[in-house]
T-cell receptor
Framework: IAGITQAPTSQILAAGRRMTLRCTQD?????MYWYRQDLGLGLRLIHY???????GKGEVPDGYSVSRANTDDFPLTLASAVPSQTSVYFCASSPTGDFTGELFFGEGSRLTVL | GQNIDQPTEMTATEGAIVQINCTYQ??????LFWYQQHAGEAPTFLSYNVLDGLEEKGRFSSFLSRSKGYSYLLLKELQMKDSASYLC??????????WGAGTKLIIKP
């Protein structure tokens, strides 16, 4: 593994189902983030974690939850998916949690909720 | 409210120069980023400006004027592979990153 790996790459999901998007990094970065990207809008932060064991809410956290049990993994869970959660989801990481340096992004997970 | 404005789409010719503008109104300012995103791919870092002036990095340069709330990304000697979206993002006084919607750059032969 080099950088950030997301899975699945794409998924079609029925409304009401539970879904977990996986994110793993091998750069030993302290901070990790989940963004969603929708046409015509800027990237929007869902949840973040500045260090293992801590998490925080971003701009659009409703309907999503995260955990950070260790440095490498930062899964995003949709407890009961709704069509408005159809989007492309990007996981990102950075060495520190104050956006001092660049963000490193995974390749994205395209989620369609029907 | 906080706002980042970029043109939605621009078209330029291979070999030419193009300037992509970004204006921002945010709660304070602690730096401005430019990222490149090819269709269907992840954003990748291009530049970071925190002081006024021009930062040059190969064919790409980024300019910042904090007093005007303005930045631009200058791409020289355009190549077909430069066809992508270019995202402007500003770090505000709370160290939150505010993203523009991106500018889709189309390069024609």
């Amino acid at each position: 593994i080099a950088g950030i790996t997301q899975a699945p790459t794409s998924q079609i999901l029925a409304a009401g189902r539970r879904m977990t998007l996986r994110c793993t990094q091998d750069m030993r970065h302290n901070a990790m983030y989940w963004y969603r990207q929708d046409l015509g809008l800027g990237l929007r932060l869902i949840h973040y974690s500045n260090t293992a064991g801590t998490t925080g809410k971003g701009e659009v956290p409703d309907g999503y939850s995260v955990s950070r049990a260790n440095t490498d993994d930062f899964p995003l869970t949709l407890a009961s998916a709704v069509p408005s959660q159809t989007s492309v989801y990007f996981c990102a990481s950075s060495p520190t949690g104050d956006f001092t340096g660049e963000l490193f992004f995974g390749e994205g997970s395209r989620l369609t909720v029907l | 409210g906080q706002n980042i404005d970029q043109p939605t789409e621009m078209t330029a010719t291979e070999g030419a120069i193009v300037q992509i503008n970004c204006t921002y109104q945010t709660s304070g300012f602690n730096g401005l980023f430019w990222y490149q995103q090819h269709a269907g791919e992840a954003p990748t870092f291009l530049s970071y400006n925190v002081l006024d002036g021009l930062e040059e990095k190969g064919r790409f340069s980024s300019f910042l004027s904090r007093s005007k709330g303005y930045s631009y990304l200058l791409l020289k000697e355009l190549q077909m592979k430069d066809s992508a979206s270019y995202l402007c993002a500003v770090k505000d006084s709370n160290y939150q990153l505010i993203w523009g919607a991106g500018t889709k750059l189309i390069i024609k032969p």
